[in-house]
């Protein structure tokens, strides 16, 4: 077994304490669970459908005809939500959810509540959010009151009340909704409207584990891995985050792919696992595995030393970021352009320009092959 390794609070930041021939943990592994700010968030609803579904979606026309019932409105929205046949245009996907909506379909309701609370083709409205998931609550839309479980826990459009969220995510629960056990997990984790109890916290990822729900099974490896109060087993680790990202869930490759490389002595199912799930993490939109990618060809780990390749990860990392990026990766950014000339700099910002251009930015934690409803 292996012994439990100091923890790093601060992401993509060389470990003081490392000294030659020991490990280094020097890139924090993303953990949600494990963060000071309450971690739970919205599911939007349409993208649980599955593939059959959005091909019929792509091969029609969304003004080949005029709605006739609830489902050809779904239908318009969705193809304004995605650019299926037509140009992306979410203030007309929100005009259509809301026509399905006011004809009492839940899953609309639900996208409603979703794009007021992200400010999606309207303006921010945390109030309004927390009205449609209430009436989708109605509507019998379990995904709504995971919604408004979440709301509650925040206090964002509704007074903050833990007690009510709790009873949310327990009647959930109760019914095997594995997102809803995950949650309880980590109010037990962090002690946020639960009394903080690793035991509890770990009795609810696991259950939603055993039900292969990817943030129960992310929820596990957190704790085999970087939980400063539990046993660490990364092995056990390995193999809960490959079922979660085997599920799309992209915090889950950040996290195994950091893994893989802090410790070569666990094999990688084939070669570049650790690579591949960094980039594809990346590709989802995750700032934190670009930031990796950029360190790795800055000291050549697992990849020849590359500093316009550094440079370039940790310009598409800010990019992904923002302000909370950028303020993480200065000394980085600023070590790899000291490698670089001004023009190799200024190709290196295109560079990463136009790789963001073929890969929006998103802020999912799923992966958009995966068949599980996505996180803003």
């Not at 318009?76 to 009492?104: I, N, P, T």
């Not at 990202?245 to 992209?250: I, K, L, Q």
């Not at 990618?293 to 050549?300: E, H, I, K, T």
Request: neutral net charge; contains cysteine; proline residues 6%.
């Amino acid at each position: 077994m292996s012994t439990t390794r100091p923890f790093n609070p601060n992401p993509c930041v060389s470990s003081a304490s490392h000294r030659p021939g020991q490990h280094k943990v020097w890139l924090v592994i993303l953990s949600i669970f494990l963060a000071a700010e309450i971690p739970a968030t919205l599911f939007a609803q349409n993208s649980e459908q599955n593939g059959s579904q959005q091909d019929a979606i792509e091969g029609q026309s969304p003004l080949a005809s005029r709605p006739k019932s609830v489902a050809d409105e779904l239908r318009r929205a969705e193809q304004y939500q995605f650019g299926k046949g037509v140009a992306k245009d979410m203030a007309q996907s929100l005009y259509w959810y809301r026509k399905a909506a006011d004809h009492g379909d839940p899953s609309a309701q639900v996208q409603l509540g979703y794009f007021y609370y992200k400010g999606i083709g309207v303006a921010r409205d945390p109030v309004e959010s927390a009205r449609w998931f209430a009436r989708a609550i109605g509507s019998g839309s379990p995904t709504a009151k995971l919604n408004l479980a979440v709301l509650y826990l925040r206090g964002a459009g509704v007074p903050r009340d833990p007690e009510l969220a709790m009873n949310f995510l327990d009647e959930l629960a109760r019914k095997g909704d594995t997102r809803a056990e995950a949650y309880l997990g980590i109010m037990y984790q962090n002690g946020f409207g639960a009394p903080q109890d690793q035991s509890v916290a770990e009795k609810w990822f696991l259950k939603a584990a055993r039900g292969n729900g990817p943030e129960g099974l992310f929820g596990m490896g957190v704790l085999y891995s970087t939980s400063p109060n539990h046993e660490h087993d990364f092995r056990k680790a390995v193999e809960f985050l490959r079922r979660s990202a085997e599920a799309g869930y992209v915090p889950a490759m950040h996290s195994l792919g950091i893994l893989l490389l802090d410790h070569p002595e666990i094999p990688q199912r084939h070669s570049g696992e650790a690579l591949s799930m960094l980039t594809r993490a990346a590709e989802a939109g995750s700032w934190r595995a670009s930031a990796a990618l950029g360190l790795l060809f800055r000291d050549g780990r697992g990849v020849s030393r590359d500093a316009g390749e550094s440079l370039r990860w940790l310009t598409i990392a800010v990019l992904q970021g923002g302000p909370e990026a950028e303020a993480s990766l200065e000394r980085q950014l600023s070590r790899s352009r000291e490698m670089l000339t001004a023009d190799e700099q200024s190709r290196m910002a295109q560079s990463a320009q136009s790789w963001l251009a073929g890969h929006p930015a998103s802020s999912s934690l799923f992966a958009r092959a995966a068949s599980r409803p996505q996180f803003p």
